[in-house]
């Protein structure tokens, strides 16, 4: 009788059994069919989706494998390691479809009534045409002043790579205020403040893409009164999360 040892599928023989065993020693290689598919599928305990489906993980586990979490309604995947799993998306309600992150370069000094680039600025390639892009900046400006007119303001906006408002958004954010109250005799400051903020940016109100479903934003940004001081953006980092919705 020729009748392989295996635990799993992969360990069966496609050549066994061979035509000279005898007809009687077909039940040794049904028992081994049995024995493998039961391992190799331990909590199949029901129709197979193709995945493992439970609130529970898969008493056996093995890197790259699929599991439904039902409790959460979350899609997993073992690592590559097979000590532990990787959420994947969610499988009702908004998905992360993907993630891109900048650490933009510090701008020079920007001394502008209107409109100029900060030099804060992510390019994502969407996955989907109906997903929502929310695009994130984090990081600090630093304001010269000179008093001679009481205050100063600096504000910004989400545009895109040509300084255009991204449709949807709110123009003239402002991002930071100084009012010089009784400090005349030190008319000079230099102030630095953390700016955080979160734009949210639907399909139909995407820029005009640069190439296929390329999307550059960028920060753009003005202050007022220029005569007394001027901005510069450093230490900023964004981050572009597009969420099927």
Not at 31 to 57: C, D, E, Q, Y
Not at 63 to 80: C, H, P, V
Not at 114 to 135: E, F, G, K, M, P
């Amino acid at each position: 009788m020729s009748i392989e040892s295996a635990s799993f599928i992969s360990g069966l023989v496609t050549a066994n059994p061979p035509g000279t065993d005898a007809i009687a020693e077909g039940d040794n290689h049904i028992r081994l069919i049995k024995t493998v598919l039961k391992a190799s599928l331990p909590n199949a305990n029901a129709a197979i989706n193709g995945i493992h489906t439970g609130a529970s993980a898969p008493s056996s586990t093995s890197a790259g494998q699929l599991w439904f979490d039902t409790s959460g309604n979350l899609i997993k995947i073992r690592n590559e390691a097979d000590s532990g799993w990787i959420i994947l998306l969610a499988s009702e309600g908004a998905r992360l479809l993907e993630v891109t992150h900048n650490i933009p370069s510090a701008s020079s000094y920007l001394r502008s009534a209107t409109y100029v680039d900060s030099v804060q600025t992510i390019t994502h390639t969407a996955l989907s045409t109906s997903s929502t892009l929310y695009i994130t900046y984090n990081g600090f400006i630093q304001y010269a002043f000179n008093f001679d007119a009481g205050s100063a303001s600096a504000y910004m906006r989400l545009s895109n790579s040509s300084g255009t408002l991204i449709a949807g958004t709110t123009d003239d954010i402002q991002c930071l205020y100084v009012d010089d109250v009784d400090h005349s005799a030190n008319p000079t400051w230099d102030n630095t403040v953390g700016v955080s903020r979160t734009w949210k940016v639907t399909s139909g109100n995407r820029p005009t893409p640069d190439s296929g479903t390329t999307y550059t934003f960028d920060i753009w940004t003005k202050c007022s009164p220029v005569a007394d001081g001027g901005t510069t953006w450093q230490n900023g980092t964004m981050t572009c999360l597009e969420i099927e919705e």
